[in-house]
């Protein structure tokens, strides 16, 4: 599934256009836009760019605040290649982004929020 925007195209991995899935449909429906299931596509215009990002935020803060569970030190030296920090809201989560389905949702939503910021 691909995330079209004005300037650019984000490709959602399988996991994060399930996680997804629901409420981009709600988004296309209040919006008036199409999913184009042929093309495994949705384009988002420009002036919609904003309330598509407070979307996402939305949906990565409820994500957060539900189901994050901070590491242990121990698990973070052990494996510190599994582990990635984001800033969110002025708050750093550090998340498993390779093995918890937590971590793995979490960085996609992460990474799809900032690619929507950018011009």
Not at 44 to 67: A, D, G, T, V
């Amino acid at each position: 599934m691909k995330i079209k925007l004005e300037a650019k195209t984000v490709e959602l991995t399988e996991l994060w256009f399930e996680y997804l899935f629901p409420y981009l449909v709600r988004f296309s429906i209040r919006n008036q836009l199409s999913i184009e299931l042929k093309n495994k596509g949705i384009l988002i215009p420009i002036e919609l760019q904003p309330k598509f990002n407070e979307m996402l935020e939305e949906i990565l803060m409820q994500l957060l605040s539900e189901c994050y569970k901070e590491p242990t030190q121990k698990e973070r030296s052990k494996n510190s290649s599994r582990y990635q920090k984001i800033d969110f809201k002025g708050v750093i989560y550090v998340l498993n982004y390779r093995t918890d389905i937590v971590g793995k949702i979490g960085y996609g939503l992460n990474y799809l929020i900032e690619e929507t910021k950018k011009k």
